[in-house]
């Protein structure tokens, strides 16, 4: 077959193992962007899952110069493998959770790109399977927009061509997820043996509350900016911590409140606490993955410069406490 397309006049490129297919992509857009430039691009899988009518609905619908990608979405109606039904509507959720924008099919493998998008998506940083997700995380932070374009859903044998590993490359795709959970379960554990031991040696509630927080939030916030968030470290130290120990505020304000409720409810201390951390986890990895620690872009790093510049010319210092 590859034979065949380089007798057509097709490029042929590639190299001698199996890097990833995020790897595999941004191998094409740097040969296109090098050899071919100002060229527009479409991608599809080779599983037989997308026909020509709708690859070339798709190139027709990439504006050139235009800061937005267009997304090829499936239905999923008809005779559509379990796995792939379950694995994109999971996909889905929590992509609305950590974005706001509800996008039908965010695993579809047919896309198109402005030719202006090249060099930003050749920055991306992960390599293989999760890659195409972390586009789509990643696209608004950094100024594109996501456009669709409804298409067939096709299934040849069951998707048998297909390469993707459920359990393997699910973990990598969900990898961001997984690992707050991880971050947040290990701090919830701590804010618990922490709480517990102050409801022991105290009567105040709001003493046990404050003193757990402050001790589980420190861990959290070097767990998430070392290690859960991909751009964790792309801001300063100090205005990261800034803004996460303002959200740990707000969110100990509503901790406090639901606790209070349930001890009203005659609902015990560690029962109220698991449940008012369960119904707060959802809102701390949406503003820490949507705001805390995005993607920082150059509009928001001259922003930030700008600032530190203008508290030098005061006759402020970094890291000075100031009133």
Same mark, same amino acid.
């Given at each position: 077959m590859f034979d065949g397309v380089k007798a057509l006049g097709c490029h042929f490129i590639g190299y001698s193992r199996n890097r990833g297919k995020g790897f595999a992509l941004k191998t094409g857009f740097g040969f296109i962007a090098d050899h071919l430039p100002d060229r527009n691009v479409v991608c599809a899988d080779s599983d037989g899952q997308h026909t020509i009518v709708d690859i070339l609905r798709v190139a027709a619908a990439?504006?050139?110069?235009?800061?937005?990608?267009?997304?090829?979405?499936?239905?999923?109606?008809?005779?559509?493998?379990?796995?792939?039904?379950?694995?994109?509507?999971?996909?889905?959720?929590?992509?609305?959770?950590?974005?706001?924008?509800?996008?039908? @099919? !965010?695993?579809?493998? $047919?896309?198109?790109?402005?030719?202006?998008?090249?060099?930003? %998506?050749?920055? +991306?940083?992960?390599?293989?399977?999760?890659?195409?997700?972390?586009?789509?995380?990643?696209?608004?932070?950094?100024?594109?927009?996501?456009?669709?374009?409804?298409?067939?859903?096709?299934?040849?044998?069951?998707?048998?061509?297909?390469h993707f590993r459920p359990v393997a490359d699910s973990v990598r795709i969900y990898a961001p997820l997984l690992k707050f959970?991880?971050?947040?379960?290990?701090?919830?554990?701590? @804010? !618990?043996?922490?709480? $517990?031991?102050?409801?022991?040696?105290?009567?105040?509630?709001? %003493?046990?509350? +404050?003193?757990?927080?402050a001790v589980s939030s420190a861990v959290n916030f070097l767990v998430n900016r070392e290690v859960v968030f991909q751009h964790g470290r792309d801001r300063p130290a100090a205005a990261a911590g800034l803004r996460y120990f303002g959200l740990v505020l707000v969110l100990l304000a509503a901790n406090y409140g639901l606790i209070s409720a349930l001890d009203s409810l005659s609902v015990a201390a560690l029962p109220a606490k698991i449940l008012a951390e369960i119904a707060l986890l959802a809102v701390s990895y949406v503003v820490q993955q949507r705001f805390l620690f995005s993607r920082r872009t150059a509009r928001s790093a001259a922003r930030e410069d700008e600032n530190q510049s203008l508290d030098l010319s005061r006759g402020h210092h970094p890291g000075t406490l100031r009133q």
């Open positions: 990439v504006q050139p110069g235009s800061p937005a990608l267009v997304l090829g979405t499936r239905n999923f109606t008809g005779n559509v493998p379990a796995r792939s039904k379950f694995g994109n509507s999971a996909t889905r959720r929590l992509f609305a959770l950590a974005t706001g924008e509800r996008i039908s @099919d !965010t695993q579809t493998g $047919l896309r198109g790109y402005p030719a202006a998008m090249l060099p930003w %998506l050749r920055s +991306v940083r992960v390599e293989r399977y999760e890659y195409e997700l972390n586009l789509l995380l990643e696209a608004k932070q950094a100024g594109f927009a996501i456009n669709t374009v409804d298409i067939a859903t096709v299934y040849l044998d069951h998707n048998s061509g297909s959970l991880v971050s947040s379960f290990t701090a919830f554990l701590v @804010d !618990t043996v922490v709480f $517990l031991l102050l409801t022991l040696v105290t009567d105040s509630l709001l %003493l046990a509350v +404050v003193g757990a927080r």
